[in-house]
């Protein structure tokens, strides 16, 4: 039978491109076709700004999306090739589909300092942050490689076990901050010990009754849904001892070389003991033995229980190449143009899948991300529905104006627009405020307009930053002011 629309993906980009065709075409069938047995649903939506946006994630069985919008069906199956030119996609049960518009959806894997190395984890879904999880209570020391999203919530949050932060940069966090940002956040991580944390969970796991049993062997060998915000919220991160915090930052180094312990010990090299902790006892001595070792290009070596590779992700573009011509971006993702048309007749994609190839604004960039999935997978139905009905649709407003909102070291943090002056070269200029312990303001200046900003704490000031940066005002006038927190500056801009 050939439906109209299918969609590949359960993650956010799938459903939400899903759900966004069965409103549109009430009386077509919408099929999704999802490697893993349940899919994620956007709940709670809330416009923030007219770009800041926020809602919590619930991993949900497929039928509570099939009884929501009856016109859906889920089919949970991976897809294992695509036949572009015949319009159909074969799944590992054995069967096929014909579509007359395909989104693919499959989002993205992680891109491992070791593939296939059983000392090297990688965190990408329930199933990979449940395997860490196991590792970790039996664990006195770990490494964590990389220095983006996934370590920055790591290093904060685990606790009773001894973690080396190795990070080829010189400052934490280079995805998201420069260095000053970065020394204000780790100041939070040393003194992170005596705080009182405020917890609050908002990924949400309704799975009753979870299939999770009645997996087959390929199933769970399946990539399933990207983890998103909070996703640690349910998971205790805990090691093997009894003490809160203990993190050593080796700056400025990569991995050169893994051991496994017999190897390590024919080679006669010293590993290094960990640097004393800051709650004073050691934890560890050098003369311990670890099942794994890792040489640094620093010359150190450290022994460690096993590592934890956070360092980015590849699309998951596989299994839809095999005969299939499809321009990939310098990120190995599905090329997409300004309607999210990969470069194949009637193949769209969104999300952590596809690389944006359009022409963007000048304070817009790709990240994957769960807000930017969302946002592609609900303009990838837009396109999809236009091109059908023949008409044409404008690029969406959500790609005027970048923005990611999120939490690390429990501080709230707003990204907006150039946030790290991307791509402005020499002729920039910042503004910073900073209180200590509190708040951390950036603003990225061109020619006297605002082209991004860094927000850490509770500055109350996204809303005025996001409408200075998408106006484009000339503020030469205000200077320093801008940043003044006597003046408010909302009232110069009323
Ligand atoms: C640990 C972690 C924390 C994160 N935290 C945040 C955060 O705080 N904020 C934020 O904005 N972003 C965060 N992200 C990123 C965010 O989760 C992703 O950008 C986003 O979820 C991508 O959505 P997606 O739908 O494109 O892909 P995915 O969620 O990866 O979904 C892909 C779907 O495709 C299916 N699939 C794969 N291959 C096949 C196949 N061959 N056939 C059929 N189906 C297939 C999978 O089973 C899955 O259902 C985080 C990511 C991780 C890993
Ligand atoms: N709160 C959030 O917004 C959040 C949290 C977690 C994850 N995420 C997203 O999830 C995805 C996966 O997270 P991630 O942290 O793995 O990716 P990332 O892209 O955020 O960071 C990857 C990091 O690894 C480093 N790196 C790359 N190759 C390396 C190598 N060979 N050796 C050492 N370092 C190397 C990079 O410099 C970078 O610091 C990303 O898309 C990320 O944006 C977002």
Redo the contacts with the bound molecule.
Sequence with gaps: MEASFVVVGGGIAGVTCAEQLAITFPSEDILLITASPVIKAVTNFKQVSKVLEEFDVEEQPSSMLENRLPNIRVIESGVKQLKSEEHCIFTEDGRQHAYKKLCLCAG?K??L?SEGNPYVLGIRDTDSAQEFQKRLTKAKRIMI?????????LVYEIEGCEVIW????KAIG???FDAGAAEFLTSKLISKKSEARIAQKRTRYTVGGSKKEARTKAESESVGS?LG?DWHEGLALKGAEEFSHSIHIETAC??KKLYLQEEFKKTEKQSVAFPKAHHGKSVTTDEETWPVYVELTSGKIYGCDFLVS????TPNVEPFLQGNNFDLGEDGGLRVDDQMRTSLPDVYAAG?ICTACWEPSPVWQQ????TQARQMGWYAAKCMAAATLGESIDMDFSFELFA?V???FNYKVVLLGKYNAQGLGANHELMLRCTRGQEYVKAIMQNGRMMGAVLIGETDLEETFENLILNQMDLSPYGKDLLDPNIDIEDYFD
């Design positions: 993205a992680p891109k300092i490689i990389g220095n983006g999203g996934i370590a920055l919530e190795a990070i080829k940069d280079n995805t998201f990207a915000p990569e991995v956070a360092t980015g992700v952590d990240m994957r991300l769960w990611h999120t939490k690390f």
